[in-house]
């Protein structure tokens, strides 16, 4: 027979933000945000189980908790929208676009009966009858008692640290012209606050909302229930020999079950001392049977026990119950949903129990705000302790809201997630500089981290500085155009530190760097320099510019400001008599003329193009051929430095980066370590961020460079896959600071990657006290982009010559290739 659902529907009406049944119950309902899954520590997994047994023992008695989670099967929706997006991120939104992912939101409603409330049962749910509104709960100071402690609960909760509650008013709990209130959301399954469609339920052929096909399964009855349980579960596919991996102990019918599903838990606070009695009552009748069946001498055992328990540690008594409401619209997926569930019940070592008969009762139970109404006779007697055991603790990956940022994966599915590592955490307080560390062997999916890292900070206006040793960041700069500074035969690397651009002068900064060259040039690295040699340079400098303001004709550059010291200064210094102990001007000479024309490296600081270094956005500089060099080396990396000094302190308000990959180890060899430590120490004064990578674990512990400085003030510490380090990993956490949760983390890293995709993890710090796991995964645009593999270089090479040099071009036609098979 068919109910209009009006006629039947418990809720009578929403009012002052709550929800009042038929029956005169009324009901509180937060909206939570929960910690995001695989990144609490077994301790904080026990603190926050501990917040949750001091929230729920101040509600008052004659109260239901009922938290329900929805996880709905959901897709990335790409933004083909901005017009700003350049051609790697149009295509990164075309990867990702449908990606499935499983959306989470989390709701809490308390529930407050009304005295002398009659119990329900299968045989008596309101599902069957109704009642009119009690006497209490018309009463405005009973009704104020009430919300009062749910303030209270929600501010224990939060005072955790590890939830926001927020609670919802009228607007949301109702329906609108354009959006459907949390009532109507449950009762037709819908997926979406817009989509307001009314369907029949039917209750006759199992479960069915609509076109949903529904199981029901239930954790109802003692018997079913796991042998121990706690407020954490070992997770075997992250964890290893060395590190157990924890996530919460009913994660599995949460997060971790890939089917649209409602995880609805209770929590039924009785009268206690009542509990006790009718428990004191049970015992006894037991023990008066006991000597009739083994049975019963078990189960006065068990309710002696628990007796025991409540009394001497003075736990508070509950009813609970636990069930997943699992749907789908296809019938034939029911079998499989069915696997997937029981799978995860028996992870936790519980039984299901598929609910036929009493799933209409149960399912009606869960509308919100009808919560009191639950058939007693499905919920188990235990304690807060215990209950509280089997509640929901996580959610999925979030993204930030900063504009900062770049695109990583979630764990779980790969979803796109907005992750800021700069500016955020500073704001926050969690981080007090933006440096990096990044820590990584060869094969870890380590460059192809840091071009992703640097392609996204690049496309948010930040001037990029890279200093390279293997050609990692080739593909990117031809990409973005940038300017890519190498030595080989043919084309030696070339500089003009002489050269000021228009609109700059030559500040103290711009004099020191020349000075520091200079000196770097003439004398060797144990050689000192005497007071008056520094200022015969200083002097030299000074008046070769004067020249030059005058004689616009001049070029400035290395050769011009040698023949200005022979032609111009020597006479200068000839007539003041200063001795050649004081400034040995032709050993001066004599030692810079390889540099000079027609020297043997005159090309090294007479360069007449790429001069614009100051408002070039992305340089880099590729050491690889030159890195052993005793004399181009220390004067390629004095001019880096000078050219990120330079951006750092010119360019007001700019995000500025400097990427040092293996090439820190050459510039700490060749007395560069001072140039270092102050910037990592000062570079985040300037609105700019230093970032070093590394391959080896030995080269850090043995650098004290990297000990002292570059850790110290990088609170931004990235690590790829460190399984080869497993066994010795304690060195690596010791120097690092990392914690046993960042430990477990780590080594949890690509543990058990999803075989169908092509993707390597990511561990990420954040001073210590943010610690994540991340995919980074791409387009095969970018990948192409990023690839250091010679023989996809030659490709991407081969395919931009068929378009005129342009790489964009050459990339997508070499990706539509590879898609289509050729």
């Known amino acids: 027979m068919e109910k209009v659902i009006d006629d039947v529907l418990p809720i009578m009406d929403v009012q002052y933000d709550c929800i009042l049944s038929k029956q005169g119950d009324v009901t509180v309902v937060f909206k939570a945000e ?33 938290k329900q989670d929805w996880f709905l099967e959901s897709q990335y929706k790409a933004d083909f929208t901005r017009d700003d997006s350049s ?8 990867f990702f676009n449908e990606r499935p992912f499983l ?48 303030g209270q609960f929600k501010r224990i909760m939060e005072d955790s640290g590890f939830v926001k509650l927020t609670r919802l008013r009228n607007d949301k709990l109702k329906s609108q012209s354009r959006n459907i209130g949390l009532v109507e959301q449950y009762c037709f399954l819908s997926e979406s606050e817009t989509s307001f469609v009314y369907k029949d339920i039917k209750f006759n052929e199992g479960l069915q909302v609509g076109d949903k096909h529904c199981q029901l399964f239930t954790l109802g009855d003692a018997a079913d229930l796991p042998a121990l349980c706690g407020s954490r579960i070992n997770y075997d596919r992250y964890s290893t020999d060395k590190t157990k991996f924890s996530v919460g102990f009913a994660s599995t019918l949460g997060q971790l079950l890939s089917c649209n599903h409602i995880y609805n838990q209770y929590i039924f606070i009785e009268d206690a001392q009542k509990t006790i009695q009718k428990l004191e009552s049970k015992r006894l009748r037991l023990q008066s049977l006991s000597a009739y069946s083994r049975e019963n001498l078990i189960a006065r055992d068990a ?31 029911l079998k499989d949903i069915k696997n997937k569930v029981s799978s995860a019940l028996a992870q936790m070592d519980a039984a299901a129990k598929q609910e036929t008969v009493g799933a209409a009762q149960i399912y009606w139970a869960g509308i919100p705000g009808n919560a009191a109404d639950f058939p007693m006779n499905d919920t188990f007697d235990t304690f807060t302790e215990q209950a509280v055991c089997f509640l929901n603790m996580e959610t999925g990956y979030k993204s930030s809201l900063s504009p900062m940022g770049i695109r990583l994966g979630d764990r779980l599915t790969g979803k796109p997630v907005h992750v800021d590592i700069s500016d955020e955490p500073v704001k926050i307080g969690i981080c007090t500089n933006r440096n990096k560390f990044i820590l990584g062997p060869s094969g870890s ?8 890292m640097v392609r996204s900070y690049y496309e948010q206006g930040t001037h990029i500085v890279l200093v390279d040793v293997g050609h990692s ?157 005793p004399i181009l080396f220390p004067v390629v990396t004095i001019i880096i430095m000078e050219v990120f000094i330079s951006k750092m302190r010119k360019l007001k308000g700019i995000r500025k980066m400097i990427l040092i990959e293996e090439a820190w180890k050459a510039i700490a060899r060749e007395g560069m370590a001072e140039y ?60 690092l600071g990392l914690t046993e949760k960042e430990k477990a983390l780590v080594l949890s890293v690509n543990k058990s990657n999803d075989p169908d995709k092509k993707y390597k ?24 982009a990023y690839t250091t593999e010679e023989s996809e270089k030659v490709k991407v090479n081969a395919y931009a010559k068929k378009y005129d040099g342009d790489i964009k071009k050459g990339i997508a036609a070499l990706a539509f290739d590879m898609r289509n098979g050729n």
């Open 34 to 66: 929960l910690p995001e899954i695989f990144t609490l520590s077994d301790q904080e997994y026990e603190a926050f189980h501990q917040s949750w047994i001091k929230a729920i023992k101040i509600l008052p008695k004659f109260c239901v908790f009922h």
């Open 473 to 629: 960041y080739k593909g990117l700069c031809d990409m973005v155009g940038g300017y890519y500074f190498t030595y080989d035969e043919k084309n030696p690397i070339r500089f003009n530190p002489f050269y000021i651009s228009e609109g700059d002068s030559l500040d103290t900064e711009k004099k020191e760097s020349i000075k520091t060259l200079l000196l770097a040039l003439w004398k060797k690295d144990d050689e000192t320099f005497n007071r008056s040699e520094y200022v015969a340079l200083s002097n030299s400098l000074q008046l070769y510019y004067e020249k030059l303001k005058i004689n616009k004709d001049i070029f400035p550059c290395f050769n011009t400001f040698y023949e200005f010291l022979k032609d111009d200064f020597v006479p200068i210094l000839e007539s003041d008599k200063v001795k050649d102990k004081d400034f040995d001007v032709n050993n001066f000479l004599y030692v810079l003329r390889p540099y000079y024309k027609n020297g043997e490296f005159d090309y090294l600081l007479n360069a007449t193009e790429n001069l614009e270094l100051l408002n070039e956005r992305f340089i880099v500089f590729e050491l690889d051929n030159i890195k052993d060099h």
């Open 676 to 735: 270092i430590k102050y910037l990592f120490k000062t570079v985040r004064k300037f609105f700019g961020e230093a970032i070093v990578v590394t391959q080896e674990v030995e080269d850090i512990i043995s650098s004290p460079v990297v000990k002292q400085a570059i850790i110290n003030n990088s609170d931004c510490k990235i690590l790829l896959d460190q399984s080869k380090y497993q066994n010795k990993f304690d060195q690596i956490q010791e120097l």
């Open 103 to 150: 959306d989470h939101s989390c709701y809490i409603m308390i529930t407050k009966k009304p005295a002398g409330r009659k119990n329900s049962s299968s045989l008596f749910s309101n599902l069957i009858r109704s009642s009119l509104v009690p006497e209490e709960t018309l009463k405005a100071q009973l009704l104020q008692d009430f919300i009062d402690s749910t």
């Open 87 to 94: 051609f790697l991120s149009r295509s990164s939104e075309r």
């Open 445 to 452: 999916g380590k460059s192809f981290f840091t071009n992703h």
């Open 303 to 333: 309710t002696n026990d628990f007796l025991n328990e409540a009394i001497s540690q003075q736990r508070l008594p509950v009813k609970a119950h636990f069930n997943v409401l699992a749907w789908t619209s296809d019938l034939q997926e």
């Open 761 to 784: 993890e990511v561990f990420i710090s954040l001073g210590g006290m943010q610690s994540k796991v991340y995919r980074t995964e791409v387009s095969l645009e970018e990948y192409l």
